[in-house]
Structures are given as structure tokens and as C-alpha cells.
T-cell receptor, first 111, second 117 residues
Framework: GESVGLHLPTLSVQEGDNSIINCAYS??????FIWYKQESGKGPQFIID?????DKRQGQRVTVLLNKTVKHLSLQIAATQPGDSAVYFC??????????FGTGTRLLVSP | GAVVSQHPSWVICKSGTSVKIECRSL??????MFWYRQFPKQSLMLMAT?????????EQGVEKDKFLINHASLTLSTLTVTSAHPEDSSFYIC?????????????FGPGTRLTVT
């Protein structure tokens, strides 16, 4: 991920809609990617991960897509619910190194 | 399983004093623990990585004499903010890696809100 700080982009959706949150990463050698959900005042919560040898992975209501050509990662949340409102971060790891977090996107779900 | 706790969850201290934050892995042995700092509306920034029984590795720009990290056991790491100043006010989050599981899995604590007055 590319952590540039200061401004959190916001995605506003209606309950029941599908949400797509995007993330760009900078290191073409990154081999593991994770999406985290962070609610206000809490630590990050693991949502889903994907390795670089895959381009899609599905979980419960969530799908992660990886496009290594353009170094882009997306998180799709189906049938978004008010409880999905949070800040979502992508993170990546290169080799046996540290997690690098992206800027984050605030998801606001209105009833 | 794989629960990480932090204590305290929030703390207020006066400028110039020191404050210690604990990070515990409750149901696994954490061979490696990480400390992050997060300012409002910003991402998590790694401060340091600690391995049990050895000195922590600090990220560039993080003062090791100001942020003292001790990883004395496989279930406990502590971060001590020495001579705290208002600019140290932040949300501090730890994470832990289970030595018996996939290298890539990290488990995050709930965070500690530090306010320096």
C-alpha cells in the first residue's frame, strides 16, 4: 500500500448496495495482500487476504481482486450493511518483511 | 483464538512523564510483535519490530531512546513512551505473529489512546 496520510477518501453507499473499495500498491514484488476493517477507536480487523499468484478470492460477502499488471487491489462488499461502516485499509508484504498499509478509505453506509 | 490485548485502552499523562503500554498475546506464543502509531484520519505507521529476547528494530525516523520496546517473553511486549510530549499523543496499536502459524498472519490488538497534556 501507499500511505500518503492526511486525507481519507470516503465512499458513501446505501444499505443493500454493493461497495467497491480500491487500493494501489507500489511494490511489484509484493507477494501477499490483506484487507483490514477498522472501526473507530479499535484495532484493525482482518477481512480477507490474497497471494500474488491469485487474481481473485472470495469470502463471505467479500471478494478481493488483484491486478498485478497495474498494481491494483480492490475489495468488493456485497449487500453492504450499516455494520460495514468503517475505515478499510489494504496492506501488502514483500518477502518476509513488514506490512505496509495503504491510505485507507472510509465507508459510510446509510440505511 | 489468536487474541491480542493491550493495556491500558486509554491513558492521559502530563508532558515530561513516561507511560508504559502492554501488549499481550492471550492464546498463542508471539515470536514477533509489532508496534504501530496512528494519527487521526491517517494510516498505521510501523514504529518497530520486536522479537522475543532480542532488541527491537526501529523504523527510520523513530527514536529508539524515546520509544523503548521490551519483548521479554513470548506473550508480552511493552512500549514505553519516555518524556512524553503533546505531539506523542496518538493511537498506538500492537500486533503479534504466531510462530506456529503462517508467517503472513498478524493479529492486532485493540489499540491504546495516548493523550499527553
Amino acid at each position: 500500500g501507499e500511505s500518503v496520510g492526511l486525507h481519507l477518501p470516503t465512499l458513501s453507499v446505501q444499505e443493500g448496495d454493493n461497495s467497491i473499495i480500491n487500493c494501489a500498491y507500489s511494490n511489484s514484488a509484493s507477494d501477499y495482500f490483506i484487507w483490514y476493517k477498522q472501526e473507530s477507536g479499535k484495532g484493525p480487523q482482518f477481512i480477507i487476504d490474497i497471494r500474488s499468484n491469485m487474481d481473485k478470492r472470495q469470502g463471505q460477502r467479500v471478494t478481493v481482486l488483484l491486478n498485478k499488471t497495474v498494481k491494483h487491489l480492490s475489495l468488493q462488499i456485497a449487500a453492504t450493511q450499516p455494520g460495514d461502516s468503517a475505515v478499510y485499509f489494504c496492506a501488502d508484504i514483500t518477502g518476509f518483511q513488514k506490512l505496509v498499509f495503504g491510505t485507507g478509505t472510509r465507508l459510510l453506509v446509510s440505511p | 483464538g489468536a487474541v491480542v490485548s493491550q493495556h491500558p485502552s486509554w491513558v492521559i499523562c502530563k508532558s515530561g512523564t513516561s507511560v508504559k503500554i502492554e501488549c499481550r498475546s492471550l492464546d498463542f506464543q508471539a515470536t514477533t510483535m509489532f508496534w504501530y502509531r496512528q494519527f487521526p484520519k491517517q494510516s498505521l505507521m510501523l514504529m518497530a519490530t520486536s522479537n522475543e529476547g532480542s532488541k527491537a528494530t526501529y523504523e527510520q525516523g523513530v527514536e529508539k531512546d524515546k520509544f523503548l520496546i521490551n519483548h521479554a517473553s513470548l506473550t508480552l511486549s511493552t512500549l514505553t513512551v519516555t518524556s512524553a510530549h503533546p505531539e506523542d499523543s496518538s493511537f498506538y496499536i500492537c500486533s503479534a505473529r504466531d510462530g506456529d502459524r503462517d508467517f503472513y498472519e498478524q493479529y492486532f490488538g485493540p489499540g491504546t489512546r495516548l493523550t499527553v497534556t
